[in-house]
């Protein structure tokens, strides 16, 4: 510390505004005017090297938090690190590295500002909940918010300042791997989420040593990808993206998310790192988002592999100029940007802008006032993977079940006395915890068996085969899985033990590794042999539950056609297989509704609810010149808002408070829903709106609301939805919002087939 204070003595004066009176108590929404001066005063201490390096993101281990032998990229780095042309660092992890990294940072560079330390926690950090995908399906705000703050509870004890989450992206195509890291492919469904995860990482106080700043990302259009596949180039149209793509993100920077983060991939020609219309335009001028924009990995030089940048300087002016801050894993910045503003390229004052939204985050997150305050080895020991949050991974994985199909009510469970497990999931303790799993604990997830054991009484006989291997190569994220194709040496006891079972419950689907990032699919069918296996059980036994455990929609024709019992048990997290297992005993009714759509083939995909009508839909039987293949019905197998239940719910006549509205006015739409079953149980209500005529052609219709309510066995609930302006409005091409004067279907039902409903008109 003596050297740090030797080293500020000369810029003492000037820093006495910096270190001015501040209150770290206070909410962040609050403090930016106060911060301005900080920032402004610290920024005229700064050389235009130490500025570019606040834009500088590296990916540092913890061979960085010290001095040592250090060869080649490793020396320059540590070198940059200490003199202050580094501003964040991904990938350090735990509260002592990121402890010894900090001190190393404040003691030996000339300002001493503190580094944020970053990492992805896209759903936990070492206690794992359901992949982002699978809570959605909850459709439960309050438990998605309150997952997010336990792993931000986590992150933070464990020196972290900044998630790279949620991921916002609106997804139609289940080729894509990384769907299991979004909310699905409605619009509206998808910014609700955002915005509960969002209050969940940062709470009221940034500045609390229990939140973490979080990510708003892709912007834009990453989902839409070409044939699903990852990085691939985005066409769409401007209603696509004013209508489906940018809300959610709209809606996070309207809730204050810390910073956003750009898509690899070009969208209508120009890559979003580039892209001034997204990041200037839109961001920066409509939303007036005055927060941190920083790149994906490396996506500032892979403008020059999309043919946009002759090299690595041009890149570096390209992105800078939009609007792209930091540059994570990139080099551009950092090698480029001086000799650009010294060349007069570039001006200076756009380093200026970018640097002011970094020191602000720092000043927000109370690093200023104790840069070490996150990196306390004692909380992490207490608050990592605590079993309060185990509990609360199970009880969200409990509604984040769908179950998909339940032909004369196979579930729940009873009367058998013989169960036989079958599949290479069923005791797979470390799938469940599914990609993206930031520190979890490999292994530690409790399996469908376990779960099994753990609730069945003990006069049930519960016997176990696992049929097929599913995966023979490497299992972790930076190496594609070899799926087993031709080894079905298991297939023989399995089917003898089904012969010999009440029931056989069937655990298949995805490894962990099969969807996420890069995981992208052609064939969305169940992998491997799993099918074939499937299959010969039920020649055999056709008295099957199929347990799907998957981290995106897959192609189930042939088993919706033929397996009685079929669950949808994604990926769910720490306590999986004890969530499951309940599930399938009648311990816990599913309530779980999907967010993505399941197609009948491959070959309808991109699906989704919300398309366009087209001048040619169906009207009568026997048509042969209207919008359809000629091989397989239009609709999903599974359609967006659907999932059934324990329960039955009977739903009643849709009544208005008034059958038109103008502008300045609110209505009400009411339901009655009935519980005919004798269990207790949850519905998911939604409201859908279609516009009857707009001035661009509408979607078939929108979800713009949706109530989750208890409807205890035999007695009804009534749901009331207010219906508004912006309920009725839509973006068109250019941009604008609009309001337009007409008639419009409102519908209120438990999916998004819903046919009844009544009319509304807008004066």
Same mark, same amino acid.
């Given at each position: ?175 894509? *791997? ?41 912007? &834009? ?110 080099? &551009? ?32 997150? *109370? ?397």
């Amino acid at each position: 510390m003596t050297k740090f204070l030797g080293r500020l003595a000369g810029v003492l004066c000037a820093l006495i505004i910096f270190f001015s009176c501040s209150n770290p108590s206070e909410k962040s929404k609050n403090t930016q005017s106060r911060f301005d001066e900080k920032v402004d005063s610290l920024l005229a201490l700064m050389t235009l090297e130490e500025k570019i390096g606040q834009l500088n993101q590296y990916s540092l281990g913890s061979e960085f938090t010290g001095p040592g032998n250090k060869k080649g990229q490793d020396s320059i780095r540590y070198q940059q690190l200490v003199s202050g042309q580094v501003g964040s660092v991904l990938n350090l992890l735990g509260a002592e590295n990121t402890r010894k990294m900090q001190k190393l940072v404040i003691e030996n560079t000339r300002l001493g500002i503190p580094l944020l330390f970053a990492y992805d926690v896209i759903h936990g950090y070492q206690t794992m909940f359901p992949v982002p995908l699978a809570e959605s399906a909850s459709w439960n705000l309050d438990l998605m918010q309150k997952t997010a703050q336990a792993a931000a509870a986590e992150s933070a004890a464990s020196g972290l300042h900044w998630t790279f989450a949620p991921m916002i992206d609106v997804t139609v195509d289940a080729r894509w *791997g990384r769907v299991m890291e979004g909310a699905g492919e409605d619009p509206f469904l998808q910014s609700e989420i955002a915005k509960a995860r969002i209050n969940g990482f940062q709470g009221q106080d940034l500045s609390h040593n229990k939140t973490i700043a979080a990510t708003a990302k892709h912007f &834009a259009g990453y989902g839409y990808a070409e044939s699903g596949k990852d990085y691939n180039s985005v066409n769409i149209n401007n209603y696509i993206l004013h209508n489906h793509i940018l809300p959610p993100f709209k809606a996070a920077s309207k809730a204050n998310v810390a910073s956003f983060m750009n898509a690899f991939n070009d969208i209508n020609v120009v890559p979003a790192t580039a892209n001034q219309y997204l990041l200037q335009d839109v961001l920066r001028e409509e939303w007036n988002y005055d927060g941190v924009v920083v790149s994906d990995w490396n996506s500032i030089g892979e403008l020059v592999n999309h043919g946009v940048s002759a090299d690595l300087k041009e890149a570096a002016k390209k992105a800078i100029s939009a609007g792209s801050e930091i540059d994570m894993e990139g080099n &551009a910045y950092v090698e480029n940007l001086s000799n650009l503003v010294e060349s007069g390229e570039i001006d200076e004052e756009l380093i200026n802008k970018a640097v002011k939204h970094v020191l602000q985050l720092k000043f927000e997150l *109370g690093l200023f006032d104790d840069p070490y305050k996150y990196s306390d080895p004692e909380r992490e020991k207490e608050i990592v993977g605590n079993e309060i949050h185990h509990d609360l991974a199970e009880e969200i994985a409990k509604e984040s079940i769908v179950l998909l199909k339940n032909e004369e009510s196979l579930l729940p469970i009873k009367n058998a006395k013989n169960i036989a497990v079958i599949g290479p999931l069923a005791k797979d303790k470390d799938t469940p915890l599914g990609n993206w799993r930031a520190q979890a604990i490999a292994n530690s997830a409790v399996s469908l068996y376990e779960g099994l054991e753990q609730s069945l009484p003990k006069n049930i006989n519960l016997k176990y085969a696992e049929g097929v291997k599913l995966s023979i190569g490497p299992n972790n994220f930076f190496e594609e899985q070899v799926i087993n194709e031709t080894d079905n040496s298991g297939f023989e006891e399995a089917k003898k033990l089904a012969e010999n079972s009440d029931l056989v419950i069937m655990a298949l689907g995805e490894t962990a590794y099969m969807s996420g990032e890069g995981r992208s699919r052609a064939d969305i069918g169940l992998p491997g042999l799993q099918k074939e296996l499937l299959k010969e059980i039920h020649a055999i036994n056709p008295n099957i539950v199929l347990v799907l455990m998957n981290g995106r929609p897959l192609e189930l024709s042939w088993e919706d056609e033929n397996i009685p019992a079929i669950v949808e048990a994604w990926h769910l997290g720490q306590r999986a297989g004890t969530a499951i297992a309940e599930t399938l005993l009648g311990k816990n009714n599913p309530s779980g509704k999907l967010t993505m759509s399941f197609p009948r083939t491959v070959g309808q995909l991109p699906i989704y609810y919300n398309h366009k009508i087209t001048g040619r839909p169906s009207t009568a039987p026997g048509q042969v010149f209207y919008t359809h293949h000629t091989d397989v019905d239009n609709s999903p197998l599974y359609t967006f808002g659907f999932g059934l239940s324990y329960s039955e719910f009977e739903y009643g006549e849709i009544e208005l408070s008034q059958n038109s509205m103008n502008e300045n006015e609110n209505i009400t739409a009411s339901v009655s829903i009935q519980n005919i079953s004798e269990v207790d149980g949850y519905e998911i209500v939604q409201l859908y709106i279609q516009d009857l005529v707009a001035e661009e052609t509408p979607m078939i219709k929108s979800l713009k609301a949706f109530k989750k309510v208890e409807v205890k066995a035999g007695q009804s609930v009534k749901v009331d939805f207010s219906i508004n302006k912006e309920m009725l409005s839509y973006y068109k091409s250019n941009g604008e919002l609009s309001l337009e004067k007409g008639k419009f279907n409102v519908f209120i039902g438990g999916n998004s087939t819903v046919e009844h409903h009544q009319k509304l008109e807008l004066k």
